[in-house]
């Protein structure tokens, strides 16, 4: 942890308040921001900047989502050469490789994940200190992966920083649900939204549950006794306590009020900031998490009502859509695509969706699993499978109807047009009040996984995809068998 007394006289020092604090987090993932012009950049390259003069096989990757936000005018990749050179006059720059390099060894380096599948090229990547700026712009699926990548043997824990605005999507967007605890959420408080001042910089920590669910605590004791499996997890690895299994996380909210530098030297940026839309100035000039001002998700979970077994008619023809994915978790892949199983069925123009099957699976127990499915659904559910393209999408949709499935109506489907357009029709016939969810444990994973699914990258996209097959199909005139009538659903 830095303390004043190991910063030499006449350094450059954070400013006094939330970027000193940001600095001394001791938390394993600190986020730091939320209003524009809290010095958050600044303070994410000078945390970096710590650990070059003592450890020199230190190294540090700090993204941005896209190339362009990295190098374009004004960008992060101008700052860090104007602060790195300032405090460090013989620091080696790279141009083509963003890349700074110490004089003892130390590197920091800046890189993008424009798309999903970047986070992928890291794959076996130890970097000590991953820092994220404007974290609201990376996916929750690219976050916790680079989390896999969080290794250190420099001599530092590892660390994750992040800066950010508030995101446009407010409380549906993932990152506002992981500050939900230093936010206001009663909506009847008049600082509804805004970060709780005595919570700030302070540490909780959390673990991820069997049922891949975040469990929070205010202590690393706390999520152990609410996530016992973490006992059992360490069983066989010699010195690995339940608490190595445990993140600490810390969020230090800042606006331009606390940024003096900025207000001294551009006094015209407050003027900017209290020019924009309601809305925009909220969440900018602010700080406030929970004003949603635009919404590139496609589904709200409020739209989807939820009916107890006994309201759904009777004489319904249901069908089962699934959408495959063929890994299970592992250290190397922690959070791969689902396998997604929708059964649902159409009355009057409302449809209701009868059960929900999630679950992350090497192909063999996927199959397991999917045949297990089918004999609990019965011979008059008919089976729809969203097919790859070519012959190898032929194959494995012939393979599952011959050796998994038979006896069972199959049929593969190929999915047409871009996703985000497919989905659009579920989520209108859910916003006019037509789509209803039968009550059940599943409801929550499934709301939560269609919540975030997003237009524009596609997160989370398995469960919106086997929705979206059973309205290409059933909602487009798709043949199926009929049910018996004495046959609920």
Known sequence: MIREADIPEGAIRPQPGPQTTFLRSPADICIYGGAAGGGK?????????????????????IFRRTYPEIKGEDGIWEEAQSLYQDTHPDVAINESDLKFTFDTGAQIRFAHLQYEKTKREYKGSQIAYIGFDELSSFTRGQFFYMLSRNRSMCGIRPRVRGGTNPPDQGADHWLTKMLWWWLETD?????????????????????RDQDDELVWGPTEESVIERAPYLKTAVE?????RPADLVKSFSFVPASVYDNQLLLEQNPNYLANLMALESADKGRLLGGNWLKKVADGDVFDREDFGVVDPREVPSGLRPSRHWDLAGSAPTPNNPDPDWTVGVK???????????DVRMFREDPGPRDDRIQ???????????IYIEQEPGQAGKSQISTLARQVLQGFAVEGHRPSGPKWVRWQAPASAAQRGDVKLVRGPWN???????DD??????????AADALAQFWEIRMAGGNYPDAPRSRQY
């Open 187 to 207: 909506e009847d408080a008049e600082s509804y939204g805004f970060p709780i001042d005595e919570r700030a910089g302070k540490v909780r920590y959390f673990a």
């Open 41 to 61: 950049t600044w303070g994410l390259l000078l945390d970096a900047l710590k650990y070059v003069d003592q450890y020199p096989d230190f190294g540090a990757v």
């Open 344 to 354: 649902a069925a159409e009355k009057n123009g409302v449809v209701f969706i009868l």
């Open 444 to 450: 929550d994973r499934f709301l939560n996984h269609l």
């Open 372 to 382: 297990n499915v089918a004999q609990q659904d019965g011979r008059e559910t008919k």
């Open 453 to 462: 699914t997003d237009a524009e990258d596609a997160t989370k996209k398995d």
């Open 236 to 240: 066989d690895v010699p010195d690995l």
